[in-house]
């Protein structure tokens, strides 16, 4: 369920909003209600809400400057505005101003319905980039995880399915990844690391044998 706080001075508007988001059968529950904008600023300032339905002529602060408020610190957060038709040009104002959508009074609820329909699918549109964003990087920060631990293990206990334990993968997974980000399979890489620790063992070795031939 999405959460929703209501922003309006007359506690019937309140009400009506109130009944009617209830009886449309969407996943949203009224989560709070303010009267004004500098008390639901006060509310925001301590509690998180996923959208915000605000009148905007209301005493103490309008809907306007509430807006203007909280973008201050909540740079993102969506905001419907709730106006009457000669409010319509403070309406255009908010909506430059990054306001999600509005609704004009009396609200219909045929219009209220599409108005909450729209919001839910940009934030499933939102939702899906950012899972596209985060599978795109899961490949690189996989195969980091591999390295890491390819580097960090002895080469004699390095075993690919050890490896796909470690990042929670299939092991015949992991071996086509680890080929399609680094170009080789994942036991050429292992045979490479273990050919180049045989070389430096061999010199190392060499070296001493070298450096205690008596003269």
Not at 55 to 65: E, H, N, R
Not at 77 to 105: M, N, W
Not at 140 to 148: E, K, P
């Amino acid at each position: 369920m999405f959460s929703i706080l209501l922003v309006d001075d007359e506690k019937w508007v309140r009400t009506t909003l109130k009944w009617t988001i209830n009886q449309l059968n969407l996943p949203f529950h009224i989560s709070h209600e303010c009267e004004n904008g500098l008390e639901a600023l006060d509310w925001m300032k301590q509690n998180e809400i996923d959208l915000i339905f605000t009148d905007v002529s209301m005493p103490v602060m309008d809907g306007l400057t509430f807006i203007k408020e909280l973008r201050q610190f909540k740079k993102d957060q969506d905001t419907i505005i709730i106006s009457v038709h000669d409010e319509f040009q403070f309406v255009q104002h908010a909506i430059r101003s990054g306001v999600t959508d509005y609704l004009l009074k009396p609200i219909e609820e045929n219009d209220l319905k599409l108005c909450l329909e729209k919001w839910l699918d940009k934030r499933k549109g939102e939702e899906e980039k950012r899972e596209d964003m985060m599978y795109e990087d899961l490949p690189t920060s996989t195969i980091d995880q591999v390295l890491h631990y390819l580097n960090n293990t002895p080469l004699n206990e390095i075993t690919l399915k050890e490896a796909a334990e470690r990042v929670h993968m299939n092991p015949s997974y992991l071996s086509q990844l680890f080929k399609q980000q680094l170009n080789k399979k994942f036991v050429d890489y292992l045979t490479e690391l273990r050919i180049e620790e045989a070389k430096r063992l061999l010199l190392f070795t060499s070296s001493r044998f070298y450096n205690t031939t008596p003269c």
